[in-house]
């Protein structure tokens, strides 16, 4: 089978975190009754007029900044005309000819490979009611109508499924952290479209585009890509002719379905909007702008690398924002920030997950966490002990050494009378000692045992096989 290159370019829908929607003060929400949230704007009433939503501006700027892009310091809106039920103006406010941003980047990286992924532009547009058919009718909810959106846009320099995911996901993380958008794409707040065609060589003209709409999850978007790879491979190898189409990715066959072809382009007869007056964006606004973008992840990962957490721990964190901010706060202390970010991901998160709580909702405080290691780093708890007090810890007030007298777990910290203890052991087991010098290492594994038994387990392990060694070898 002859090779293909690839050519993927990808446009993302996001949904901007704003009160209100982008041309009128219907509060923008999810998962509310059906035309709950409209009025006469929304709607598409005649005689009605837009108004700008200022948030809408500036989390387009922000969104221009985090994604590297220049940003248009004058621009106007446009009409895109065309006629659907869900689009009851007969028009969408979008941007043609003077998007917001544009000549942008996402860096991504593969096998410790780093490439760019190039941004066409960035445009503010509304988005349209949701429409669901059943039988042989069709529902509109206007809910969704005028909620605003940016329309991301890459240059098609993407050559492959795997490069497509990295991005999205990149893309997704770098949004959400900047509190543009939640990113959720299950709620339809984050969308992707792609498209792909196939040439021979590198120097050969880009081969015939098929576009893959609304792809639900960003694993969808590269096993989709992969299935209209194989499925554009097949024709060329029968000698077919693509054409143009617009496909979808249905999940149950898990495979890219026909929508429509693509006969003739789309002529959506653009013009400036001339009920909102151009929009010029001064320095001042971008600078504005740029004091309300918090830590992104790039940076926070060196954060944590620096403070001495491995790559693991440090990526694991980012993937979930309550406790990368919230270790941000730890990373304030004076603490043992590589047993924090341990604990974190390890017991406490255990114990989140199972309650489906977010970590500011327990009683674990960043000064409370930081006595909690010190304890934990004295020896005066061990792992088993932890986990015996970490409930208590997460869901009371009480003074963590309160608690750790209360269960009665307090750990032997006495380094001269555990000492004594492991002598007397040692001096009532001398065959077992021989057996220790003669390489038996289960003779440790009995040491251990005696001197757990004798001391009622509260002796800490650590600090008591260092101890053991000693004595044995002295």
Same mark, same amino acid.
């Given at each position: ?7 993927? !370019? ?49 989390? +387009? &700027?922000?969104? +221009? ?11 106007? /809106? ?15 406010? #979008? ?22 992924? $190039?941004?066409?532009? &960035?445009? &503010? ?16 909810? /206007?809910?969704? +109508?005028?909620?605003? =959106? ?6 098609? %320099?993407?050559? *492959? ?21 939640? %990113? ?25 585009? %098929?576009?893959?709409?609304?792809? !639900?999850?960003? *694993? ?28 979808? /990715? ?12 693509? $006969? ?38 060196? =954060? ?9 721990? +440090? ?36 114990? =989140? ?21 010190? /304890? ?5 708890? #061990? *792992? ?16 963590? $050494? ?15 009378? =555990?000492?004594?203890?492991?002598? #007397? ?23 251990? !045992? ?12 650590? &600090? #008591? ?10």
């Amino acid at each position: 089978m002859t090779n293909y290159i690839p050519t993927i !370019g990808i446009e993302v829908h996001v949904e901007l975190k704003t009160k209100t929607k982008i041309f009128s003060n219907s509060l923008n929400g999810y998962g509310k009754m059906a035309n709950s949230l409209t009025n006469v704007i929304d709607l598409g009433y005649p005689g009605t007029l837009p108004t700008l939503n200022k948030e809408v501006l500036n989390l +387009a &700027i922000k969104a +221009a900044l985090v994604l590297n892009c220049k940003i248009r310091r004058q621009m106007h /809106f446009d009409r895109k005309n065309y006629f659907y039920p869900d689009n009851p103006k007969n028009y969408q406010i #979008t941007q043609n000819r003077t998007p917001i941003g544009y000549d942008g980047y996402v860096e991504i990286e593969i096998d410790n490979e780093k490439k760019k992924i $190039e941004i066409e532009e &960035i445009h &503010i547009e509304e988005d349209t009611c949701k429409s669901t058919h059943k039988s042989n009718k069709s529902y509109l909810d /206007f809910n969704r +109508a005028g909620v605003p =959106l940016i329309e991301i846009v890459t240059k098609p %320099c993407i050559n *492959s499924s795997k490069e497509a995911k990295a991005y999205l996901e990149k893309l997704k993380e770098i949004l959400f952290y900047s509190d543009i958008s939640d %990113c959720k794409m299950e709620e339809g707040s984050m969308r992707a479209d792609a498209n792909i065609s196939l040439r021979k060589n590198e120097n050969d003209p880009l081969g015939v585009k %098929c576009e893959i709409k609304n792809i !639900g999850s960003i *694993s969808n978007v590269a096993l989709s890509l992969e299935k209209e790879q194989l499925r554009q491979i097949k024709l060329l190898e029968e000698g077919k002719t693509l054409r143009e189409e617009t496909r979808r /990715f249905d999940d149950k066959l898990n495979d890219t379905v026909l929508m429509r072809v693509k $006969e003739t382009g789309n002529d959506y007869r653009y013009f400036p909007e001339p009920d909102i007056p151009y929009v010029i964006i001064t320095e001042e606004m971008i600078n504005e702008v740029e004091k309300t973008i918090p830590m992104l992840p790039e940076e926070r990962k060196k =954060l944590y690398l620096s403070k001495g957490l491995s790559e693991i721990n +440090a990526t694991k964190l980012i993937q979930n924002r309550p406790l990368s901010d919230y270790f941000n706060e730890v990373l304030k202390l004076d603490t043992n920030y590589k047993t924090a970010s341990n604990l974190l991901l390890g017991d406490i998160s255990a114990y =989140l997950n199972k309650n489906e709580i977010d970590i500011n909702k327990t009683t674990l405080t960043p000064s409370r966490l930081q006595k909690l290691i010190s /304890f934990i780093d004295n020896g005066t708890l #061990t *792992s088993k002990n932890l986990k015996d007090i970490l409930t208590k810890v997460l869901e009371e007030n009480t003074e963590i $050494e309160d608690i750790i007298k209360e269960l009665g777990i307090e750990n032997i910290t006495d380094t001269s009378s =555990l000492r004594e203890i492991i002598k #007397t052991i040692i001096n009532n087991n001398l065959e077992v000692k021989q057996d220790y010098l003669d390489g038996h290492d289960r003779a440790i594994k009995f040491f251990m !045992g005696q001197i757990m038994k004798e001391t009622k387990g509260k002796a800490n392990p650590k &600090i #008591t096989n260092d101890i053991l060694l000693e004595e044995l070898n002295n």
